[in-house]
């Protein structure tokens, strides 16, 4: 009896793929040792990570900053109105007069009608002429007046039109951070469901891996019984080594998707990435009902509520209607009213000053020509009507997004039942070959087959429903399902 043929050694291919997958490991192994503590043991779920989103991510964090950026140009808008102190003199310095004056003056600028009231004191020295208006007694003059527009800078000036836009852009921070705060949620999401599908897809192949090296155990044995030819073990190590390769493609992806997710998924102390390991995969997805039809004219309406591009454009839209006020405003002449109140102190003053004083000023200004208000009022209308088809347009898009989301929903939940199908069905082909294989009615290439026809069934699976949670998420920041009422650090 001569003796069997010796068995084929693994190839080298075969060994650099081991140590391959040996490294890959332990690389992946030591990062996860290093964040350790900061991992936890049970099931990574998606609210955790989402948490994280909302306390934790830097974007998100970097975009409410805009609301601490809007509260400051409202409080520097409210400095045009601060109370004013001024104070100053005069000396004759040569001429027949030698008199000498000087006023301390405190002013309040007026948030109506754009006047403004002022109090102070007034002293004068040395000889002045009678009509001078700053001579005063030796005990000097204390001052109350007001000046208010009649015409223009009645109803707005400058002043507090550059308060009310700053008001607007306070409220403007909110539709902004809104829209990255849903597109955060949404790649946050999908990120996640690409972590859990990758987690999956690798313990898939690990399996498929497993199957086809405890069979090369049982074709040794059979070989050195003299049962198989030895060719049937070298054909069922190549497939050994393809499968080490599809599991070694497997956990790389696994990788990648760990280190994208981490970048949403962080410590709560020092805000630090998280690289969650497999040992938190979960390993079912969750449950996925079909929308019904009639919640998407419900969603529809929602959307038009909640997504922050309408209230972006109403708000910029009248920022701009204060711009044309003014404009508006600037056409008309000035026509301003002062009255001024003087009280004299002590006796000791000129014979022609009166202890009380009253004096009212009207002053008349009109520009001419008034191009530039004139041409701020065009560019206002514009702006205007140029912003009204923008919202027009946003809402169309809006709807568009919608619909076209819940296609995508439709359509990757009735993919995901034919998957299931189809996976029901290629076990079942791969259970009749294994059968017919120990009968001896098929050879080891059929049943191979049939074992990578299953897998790429699952495969199919896992990607259909990470595919449907996805297009979810899509279609939860289309409805602005996920806008918080409140947007806070």
């Known amino acids: 009896m001569t003796n069997p043929a010796p068995i084929a050694q693994p ?22 040792s290093i964040l350790s503590a900061a991992e936890k043991s049970q099931t990574l779920l998606l609210p955790e990570v989402l948490a994280s989103v909302q306390s934790q991510y830097p974007p998100y964090l970097a975009a409410l900053i805009e609301q601490d950026i809007a509260n400051g140009r409202v409080r520097q808008a409210q400095g045009a109105f601060d109370l004013n102190l001024n104070a100053g003199g005069t000396m004759n310095l040569a001429g027949y007069y030698d008199g000498r004056t000087g006023y301390a003056m405190l002013e309040q600028p007026l948030p109506f009608w754009g006047g403004s009231v002022y109090s102070g004191y007034r002293l004068s020295s040395g000889f002045l002429p009678n009509y001078n208006k700053d001579r005063t007694g030796m005990d000097g ?67 498929l891996f497993r199957i086809a090296k405890d069979r090369d155990t049982a074709i040794a044995e059979q070989v050195k019984k003299g049962a198989s030819a ?171 997004d919608v619909r076209d989301a819940y296609s995508a929903l439709i359509a990757a939940y009735d993919a995901l039942k034919m998957t ?14 294994n059968e017919r294989l120990q009968q001896g009615a098929t050879d080891l290439l059929a049943l191979q087959i049939r074992e990578q026809a299953t897998f790429d069934a699952q495969v199919f699976e896992v990607e259909a429903q990470a595919d449907y949670f996805r297009a979810l998420a899509n279609y939860r920041a289309a409805i602005a399902a996920d806008a918080p009422s409140k947007l806070t650090r």
Do not use: C
């Not at 109140?341 to 008349?364: H, L, S």
């Not at 299931?420 to 076990?427: D, G, I, K, S």
């Open 11 to 32: 190839s080298l291919l075969s060994r650099l793929a081991a140590g391959l997958v040996i490294f890959l490991f332990s690389f992946f192994n030591s990062q996860f």
């Open 230 to 400: 030895p060719i049937v073990q070298v054909d069922n190590q190549r497939l050994v080594v393809s499968r080490e390769i599809a599991t070694v493609q497997a956990l790389r992806r696994f990788q990648a998707a760990s280190i994208e997710l981490s970048l949403f998924f962080r410590t709560k102390e020092k805000a630090e990435p998280i690289i969650a390991g497999r040992n938190r995969v979960p390993n079912t997805f969750p449950p996925h009902p079909r929308l019904d039809e009639s919640q998407l004219t419900a969603d529809l309406a929602r959307a038009a509520v909640f997504r922050p591009e309408i209230r972006r454009i109403e708000l910029l839209v009248q920022r701009v209607e204060i711009d044309r006020r003014l404009a508006k405003n600037n056409l008309l002449p000035n026509l301003d009213l002062g009255v001024e109140a003087g009280q004299t102190f002590g006796n000791n003053r000129p014979n022609d000053i009166n202890q009380n004083e009253v004096e009212a000023k009207v002053e008349f200004k009109l520009p001419l020509q008034r191009r530039e208000a004139q041409g701020r009022m065009d560019i206002a209308d514009a702006t205007i009507e140029r912003l009204n088809n923008d919202k027009r347009f946003a809402r169309d898009r809006i709807t568009a």
């Open 420 to 433: 299931r199908q189809n996976v029901e069905l290629a076990r079942q082909l791969e259970k009749a070959e």
């Open 141 to 207: 003059e204390g001052i109350l007046g007001f000046r208010i527009p009649l015409l223009r800078d009645g109803t707005i000036d400058r002043r507090r039109a550059s308060l009310w836009q700053a008001q607007i852009d306070q409220e403007l921070a909110d539709p902004i951070i809104l829209r990255q705060y849903l597109d955060f949620i949404r790649a946050a999401t999908i990120g996640y469901y690409t972590w859990v599908a990758s987690g999956q897809r690798l313990a898939l192949a690990e399996e």
